[in-house]
């Protein structure tokens, strides 16, 4: 079945047209894809940035922790020196233990934060692989957008030599 010249002249200018379309749209898709990928980057930044933060809290509560210890300690030479004391030294005993008490509160209260922010950088290390690997994909979608772009506008050029060859 033959198809006279306008006809296919028709049919080209469509084929052009829709790949002009197409062409749009993966332009459209690629640039999505790059603003997914800067969205992703800041994302791995932020999340870099908050484990930074945990690490310098964690740090503090390492201090705090010495701290308790340190004052741990020092109502347990003051019970001792209560001790010696007899019974003038009751009212400091009983002093040094609510000391002792607070401190063991800090302690806990320290490695129980400790925990969590602990808990949080492995999350935010999941976080960042996640996101870093959603990185990789836009990127992959980001270059099948080019290559397909370079088949369309072979496919474009292809017909408009092929109409330019009919008329």
């Known amino acids: 079945m033959a198809i006279d010249n306008e006809a296919q002249s028709i049919l080209v200018k469509d084929i052009a047209s829709y790949a002009d379309a197409a062409f749009d749209e993966t332009t459209s898709l690629g640039r999505s894809a790059a603003k997914f990928n800067e969205v992703g980057q800041e994302s791995v930044k932020q999340a870099k940035l908050l484990a930074e933060k945990n690490a310098e809290t964690i740090k503090a509560l390492g201090i705090i922790a010495e701290i ?3 004052t741990n300690l020092l109502s347990l ?19 040094a233990e609510e000391v002792r008490k607070l401190a063991e509160q800090s302690r806990n ?6 925990k969590t922010l602990n808990e949080m950088n492995k999350a935010v ?5 996640s996101i870093n690997a959603i990185e990789a994909m ?3 979608q980001a270059g099948a957008a080019e290559r ?8 474009v050029d292809t017909s408009k030599e092929l109409k330019a060859s009919m008329e």
């Open 77 to 95: 030479n003051a019970s001792i020196e209560a001790a010696r004391a007899g019974e003038q030294g009751r009212g400091f005993a009983v002093v």
């Open 68 to 70: 308790a210890e340190e």
């Open 148 to 155: 397909i772009n370079a088949s369309l506008t072979k496919v």
């Open 125 to 129: 290390t999941d976080i960042t692989a």
């Open 138 to 140: 836009g990127r992959e």
């Open 109 to 114: 209260a320290t490695e129980s934060i400790k």
